[in-house]
């Protein structure tokens, strides 16, 4: 990292997570990412080896700490006290950055493989009924992986990019920057679909319950 030549403890800091990968790493971790391959799933647009950078200079700055997993056969990150510390931080960063950064929406701003591993993660699985309910998310103007399959049992969801087989019980379609402008809280699901730009088509009770299970962001009401 390069040095600053100052005293100053902020710009120590920034030394340190002023960097955007590892801000979004540190999110990742705070919403309980721990694997390798998992970081990678989160957040496609970063490379293998710019990964490895960030995550081996996160460990030397006491950030996280890696450990190898029971039987030896893979590796974990967990955060230290200090990378804990950042949670309240990387938090109102996030707030901030909503009210005041520019909120628009931008094609290069939304990779469909990071939105929807957030989408997935953000269901309101208590809104659902017992069993398993399985969603297939159509993304119209996607140029590949314009399908997902979510599968919600119990507290989990699983993300498919291909079908698993199994009956879908809802069938969600959209362009993209509809669904993350849903997601975002930007605008609302009714409004969303009144206007014919998301649709829903499947089982009534799921139809009529969308906007107590519909994914969307903890930051959606800033």
Known sequence: MNKSGSLCPALKAADIVGDKWTLLILREMFLGTVRYSDFERAIPR??????????KQMDQAGLIIKR?????????????????????IVDQ???????WAKRRLEDEDID??????DFHRTLKV???????TVFCVQI????????????AHA??????????????????AGKLENLAAVWMGDVTLQKAVAEGVINLTGEPHLEKSAHRWFPRTIYADE
């Not at 970063?46 to 995550?55: A, G, K, Y």
């Not at 960063?93 to 009210?99: K, V």
């Not at 469909?112 to 591993?117: I, Q």
Request: charge should be negative.
């Open 126 to 132: 208590d809104e659902l009924p017992d069993g398993d």
């Open 46 to 55: 970063i490379s293998p080896s710019v990964l490895s950078t960030r995550l």
């Open 68 to 88: 190898i997993t029971q039987g030896g056969k893979g590796s974990e990150y967990r955060l230290t006290r200090s990378g804990k510390e950042l949670a309240p």
């Open 140 to 151: 119209s103007n996607a140029k590949d992986m314009d399908k997902w399959w979510l599968i």
């Open 93 to 99: 960063l996030s707030r901030w950055g909503l009210r």
């Open 112 to 117: 469909v493989g990071a939105f929807m591993w």
């Open 155 to 172: 507290s989990e969801v699983d993300l498919c990019t291909e079908d698993p087989g199994h009956n879908v019980d809802l069938y969600i």
